[in-house]
T-cell receptor
Framework: NAGVMQNPRHLVRRRGQEARLRCSPM?????VYWYRQLPEEGLKFMVY????????ESGMPKERFSAEFPKEGPSILRIQQVVRGDSAAYFC?????????????FGPGTRLTVT | KNEVEQSPQNLTAQEGEFITINCSYS?????LHWLQQHPGGGIVSLFM???GKKKHGRLIATINIQEKHSSLHITASHPRDSAVYIC???????????FGKGTHLIIQP
């Protein structure tokens, strides 16, 4: 049973470009969480999605960031017009459903570097 | 909103020592996670617990719901245990986990 998969593992973007981070949840999981870890800081919640629905985006920056989890395919975290401050490790986690949202399994993360 | 405090922030110990890392949180939770992160690495989930005690190899995690406190213990510590250990909680009405700042553990040979 494959775990949570994220790609790419490392992503380098120049300022102003777009970054797309992908997360494939564990088999049988329909809920995805995105977290960000800024350099020298702790992990922070960004957004919680289920298939075709954003449930909680209270941790998402209001501009340039968006997330989706389509019916088919991985969840995508999209950052438009990246700036140096977006450089961070982005982790996703998945859970079977909202009732079991306390059981979250983490992916290996995507390290975004903005030059 | 839940506040999660970990102590110590940094810990250096000799190989073989018994290690304890503490985590306190401010509001009721449904579950608490202990996570391990190596430098530049991904996150490995060590334990998820909502009551009592769990043991896996040399690692033991305990939680006291009334005291809102959890501890992670490492017995017979080894240099490969060197990592950041992170406490995270689910609760307080939040959908996502709330994380402590982590404990940087270094085990010297």
């Amino acid at each position: 049973n494959a775990g949570v998969m994220q790609n790419p593992r490392h992503l380098v973007r120049r300022r102003g470009q777009e970054a797309r981070l992908r997360c494939s949840p564990m088999k049988g999981h329909s809920h995805v969480y995105w977290y960000r870890q800024l350099p020298e800081e702790g992990l922070k919640f960004m957004v919680y999605l289920q298939k075709e629905n954003i449930i909680d985006e209270s941790g998402m920056p209001k501009e340039r960031f968006s997330a989706e989890f389509p019916k088919e395919g991985p969840s995508i975290l999209r950052i438009q017009q990246v700036v140096r401050g977006d450089s961070a490790a982005y982790f996703c986690a998945s859970s079977p459903d909202r009732i079991y949202s306390h059981e979250q399994y983490f992916g290996p993360g995507t390290r975004l570097t903005v030059t | 909103k839940n506040e999660v405090e970990q102590s110590p922030q940094n810990l250096t110990a000799q190989e073989g020592e018994f290690i304890t890392i503490n985590c306190s949180y401010s509001v009721g939770i449904s579950a608490l996670h202990w996570l391990q992160q190596h430098p530049g690495g991904g996150i490995v989930s060590l334990f998820m617990l909502s009551s009592g005690k769990k043991k896996h190899g040399r690692l033991i995690a305990t939680i006291n719901i009334q005291e809102k406190h959890s501890s992670l213990h490492i017995t017979a510590s080894h240099p490969r245990d060197s990592a950041v250990y992170i406490c995270a909680v689910k609760g307080g009405g939040a959908d996502g986990l709330t994380f402590g700042k982590g404990t940087h553990l270094i085990i010297q040979p």
